[in-house]
């Protein structure tokens, strides 16, 4: 069973950076790909980026160009460098596999605030 620890969340002013980091456990990290989701207040969670084993990423339209994900397969990490934050970066944010599946639940997430 994977389980994931997120970090590295924050309050930061709008335009600055936070780099968020995820511990997994277990032994099928390697072979599996990794996505950051984020959940806003009152919305649904979205999956903003995504990397594969083999290091490919995708991105959201809405955080293209400003935010990189990464893993280190030895480490069993992943993490998520954002730059130039707005406020509607606002969320929770939570590391775990794409695609989602339920028998691998969510872990406790890390806060992002963006505001002056």
């Known amino acids: 069973q994977v389980q994931f620890v997120e970090s590295g969340g924050g309050l930061v002013q709008p335009g600055g950076s936070l780099r968020l980091s995820c511990a997994a456990s277990?032994?099928?990290?390697?072979?599996?790909?990794m996505g950051w989701y984020r959940q806003a207040p009152g919305k649904q969670r979205e999956l903003v980026a995504t990397?594969?084993?083999?290091?490919?990423?995708n991105y959201a339209d809405s955080v293209k160009g400003r935010f990189t994900i990464s893993r280190d397969n030895a480490k069993n990490t992943v993490s998520l460098q954002m730059n130039s934050l707005k406020p509607e970066d606002t969320a929770e944010y939570y590391c775990n596999v794409v695609p989602r599946v339920a028998s691998i639940s969510w872990g406790q997430g890390t806060q992002v605030t963006v505001s002056s």
């Open positions: 990397i594969t084993k083999s290091g490919s990423t």
């Open positions: 277990g032994s099928i990290f390697s072979i599996i790909a």
